[in-house]
């Protein structure tokens, strides 16, 4: 699922018991914009930030009621996971991934 409208992107996962992938396309690639929030949400979620070479450049397991600020920029997507997905796929910094929309 892909957040694209401002009510989209805000509301997220908020409120949801299923957490399902959710891909955030960055319109501005400054780490301001790539702020991520938990709250109202019911579970705890995996973030992957990919910068714009296609590279995973950070990743957090985030629980429900926190904010996360990204250490660095350079972010075109966002992508909201279920929790460990990043352990069960081997997720790690600086590989490759290519989004496919």
């Not at 409208?5 to 891909?23: A, H, I, T």
């Not at 319109?27 to 910068?51: A, C, Q, V």
């Amino acid at each position: 699922m892909q957040a694209v409208s401002f009510y989209e992107r805000m509301y997220g996962l908020m409120f949801q018991d299923d957490v399902k992938p959710l891909l955030f396309i960055q319109k501005l690639p400054w780490r301001f914009y790539g702020i991520i929030h938990t709250f109202f949400m019911n579970e705890t979620i995996d973030i992957i930030y990919i910068s714009e070479d296609n590279k995973i450049n950070e990743t957090i397991t985030l629980k429900p009621y926190r904010f996360y600020v990204p250490r660095r920029g350079n972010i075109k997507y966002i992508i909201e996971l279920p929790e460990n997905t990043l352990k069960r796929y081997d997720i790690t910094l600086n590989s490759k991934l290519k989004v496919v929309i």
